[in-house]
């Protein structure tokens, strides 16, 4: 498996959850990561990425100062760390990669990713 998601479930507004997503990065060489998310009926959504050589993570709007992405290196993990979550934020989160880094104005396109993880539901209760 080359990216696997974790961490999902349910939360009420307000709460917090921690996401994690496991990647072969070494074996496939991902070097820059991003998590999506999706919602029935509607396209993915990028929630934000990282570079794994360290750079400041980017993020939407929509999640900018509630969550955070970080890196674990020696685990080869990416984190979401989500904080006050609201009734919207309810998806299925997805982590997805690819070799290279890419520039700030396609990190929100899907169709710049090589690899995708299965998917992991986060539901936030009101």
């Known amino acids: 498996v080359q990216l696997q998601a974790s961490g999902g479930g349910l939360v009420q507004a307000g709460g917090s959850l921690r996401l994690s997503c496991l990647a072969s990065?070494?074996?496939?060489?991902?070097?820059?990561l991003a998590w999506f998310r999706q919602t029935s009926g509607k396209d993915r959504e990028f929630v934000g990425s990282?570079?794994?050589?360290?750079?400041?993570?980017t993020y939407a709007d929509s999640v900018k100062g509630r969550f955070t992405i970080s890196r674990d290196i020696a685990k080869d993990t990416v984190y979401l760390q989500m904080n006050d979550l609201k009734p919207e934020d309810t998806a299925v989160y997805f982590c997805a990669a690819r070799q290279n880094r890419l520039v700030l104005s396609a990190r929100a396109d899907e169709g710049q990713y090589n690899w995708w993880g299965q998917g992991t539901l986060v539901t936030v209760s009101s």
């Open positions: 990065r070494r074996r496939f060489n991902m070097n820059f």
């Open positions: 990282i570079y794994w050589g360290g750079e400041s993570p």
